[in-house]
């Protein structure tokens, strides 16, 4: 006996509606993983700038106090503040977003 259902506009409706979901869900899985390895990114980027930022101020160390040390220690502590930021930005993805509850 066939379906009185399955040939209904409300039945065509409901199947729409299933597959957008899904897709959205799908789409919402990939986006967490592009964020993520963006989160990864960053934070491989800002432990790049602090150990560059450690080797100006380890070299300047030895040098005199003049203008161009005052040059390198302001790309050493700019590097360091850029280094942070990027750090902090590394930390979005974990920020209390829950993937497994949804969204209201």
Not at 1 to 7: H, I, L, Y
Not at 40 to 64: F, Q
């Amino acid at each position: 006996m066939k379906d009185p259902v399955s040939g209904s506009t409300y039945n065509r409706i409901y199947q729409h509606i299933k597959k957008f979901a899904k897709n959205g869900d799908n789409y919402c899985k990939e986006l967490i993983s592009v964020l993520q390895q963006r989160a990864d990114l960053e934070k491989r980027y800002a432990k790049g700038l602090l150990r560059l930022a450690s080797k100006i101020t380890k070299a300047s160390t030895s040098i005199v106090k003049n203008s161009i040390f005052d040059g390198w220690n302001c790309v050493s502590q700019e590097m360091t503040f850029t280094a942070d930021l990027h750090g902090w930005v590394s930390t979005w993805p974990s920020m209390g977003w829950d993937d497994s509850e949804p969204l209201s």
